[in-house]
């Protein structure tokens, strides 16, 4: 018979953290799991506070997120990003219509005080996602890129409008925020912490960089979904900062490396990790019932640890 | 043969001024037209700057107005406004999708500094319209309604919001706002001054009651066109306005004598007016060619004015 879990705190960038979430969101009571997202790469657009991955991770609980890409909504129309085009404004972040309404409402929603936190939850409640979904912090905290040739970027700048090319020589964390006081509730109760196959540099470490946060979840059981799957990634520049950031190759035990304190990492079948038990599992998700798969798996091996 | 117009001069608020705008822009060649557009009915929504009739104007020249409603874009979606009915954010005001990227990409303008003169003339150039138009002013005027029963509103509160049910007891203008110097300079120079079928204490007077805008306007030959005919509005509130605001019923007459100084009133067929002469013409703008019909017999008939 399988545990009954009470507290499982996920840690999530966007799409393959999103993709674990919701698997985990099936596989779990709905009180027994908390989702801390990267906060990172927030950023203004058009003058609208954009969350990126708070919005993947909700749009993903919320069943509206597109399988075939990455970010934003099911059935997207983007009759306003045309406009805001043809008026010369900024056209390179990919805005829907629909997805307007959660940039705007936000805004409206700090700018009437709310903390991203409250906002967040509001969001959720109204698109019917009952996971707890928390912003890692309140405050602001940029994960800055210094590349090789194109001087120092704003995450998005690196990543979206330079499509990731610049090598990158350093990630770093600009601003000195705090944890929300939810996220280290969260993380102190936790029977068990898991890290989504999200970028360790730019989704993971932006969460683990804030005061506390991480000796807060290393104090816990903690295990790890690869996102590096035979040498690759299944999505975005992961696999290539690898080799600069770390002087390793991309495999799932430079992952494993990355986070001292990991009890097991969860791997592709085929792959291995050395440093800590290497968990093998078919780790690619292309459907809600993939992503529960998983999640049941890594649920159930995890109980060995607690 | 007809006069070769060099300087006309239009007053417009929304709809029935920007029909007979679109006929001027037919009639007359593009640099001997300048609208001047109300802006006392601007208002922040959703934290973006919501220009009204500027934007039916733009859109009307643009040739993007739907026949069919007075305001927003043909071939409209409404995804964001959904959106934000769903989150809890105010409904009330019918922002589409194309329509939300003018508002995003003015407050982006004025958030950079730019005047609200300039940036409509941005707006316009990205819309293909070649007319000049002017909002009245680069200062905030704020059209105030007190109403019978509800107190003070905003123009927009009271027109969308109450669907301009409250009695109107007074209407003022807030904010002591000065006329854009480019609108000063036009009406200077007017040959003539073509008053719209807008609403005259909501559409026009804000426009009017700019310091030196009124003595400007009536030291050059002026007509209007009668925003009422038969004793009815063509469209909004003006028809139940004028018994609580002129003690009179409405009329074309009721029309012309709230412009004191007016040479002459462009009625309905049939209407009549006493205390200037009323030319007979058919008022009702349904498309583009009846507009251009009518500009073209309001301009021949002002040629015996100037």
């Known amino acids: 018979m399988s545990r009954r879990w009470k507290s499982v705190v996920a840690l999530s960038g966007g799409v393959g953290g999103a993709r674990l979430v919701r698997g985990l969101a099936r596989a779990l009571p709905a009180d027994a799991l908390t989702v801390v997202v990267n906060t990172g790469d927030d950023f203004e657009h058009w003058g609208l506070y954009v969350s990126p991955d708070v919005d993947t991770v909700m749009y993903s609980l919320a069943g509206l997120s597109p399988e075939e890409r990455g ?51 509001r969001l ?75 970028n360790p540099y730019v989704s993971i470490d932006p969460i683990l960089s804030l005061p506390g946060v991480h000796g807060g979840v290393f104090a816990r059981p903690v295990v790890a979904v690869s996102p590096i799957v035979n040498g690759q990634a299944i999505k975005g520049p992961l696999a290539s900062m690898i080799p600069l950031l770390a002087g390793t190759e991309a495999s799932a035990e430079a992952i494993a490396r990355h986070y001292p304190g990991l009890r097991a990492i969860v791997v592709q079948r085929g792959d291995s990790a050395t440093s800590v038990p290497a968990w093998e599992e078919e780790t690619i998700m292309r459907s809600p019932g993939e992503s529960e ?10 109980e060995a640890l607690t």
């Open 71 to 121: 970010w934003g909504l099911a059935d997207e129309t983007f009759r306003a990003l045309e406009g805001m085009r043809l008026f010369g404004e900024d056209g390179w972040f990919g805005i829907g219509d629909r997805d307007l309404s959660t940039h705007l409402a936000r805004t409206r929603g700090l700018a009437r005080g709310e903390t991203l936190t409250a906002v967040t939850a």
């Open 124 to 198: 959720c409640r109204a698109l019917g996602v009952g996971t707890l979904v928390l912003p890692m912090s309140d405050g602001r905290c940029r994960t800055m890129i210094d590349t090789s040739g194109d001087g120092t970027l704003t995450f998005q700048e690196w990543f979206v409008r330079h499509r990731a090319e610049p090598p990158v020589r350093r990630v770093w964390f600009d601003g000195g925020a705090e944890a929300a006081p939810e996220v280290r509730a969260a993380v102190a109760g936790a029977e068990l912490v898991v890290i989504g196959p999200s």
């Open 293 to 302: 798969r998983l999640a049941r798996a890594v649920l159930a091996r995890a």
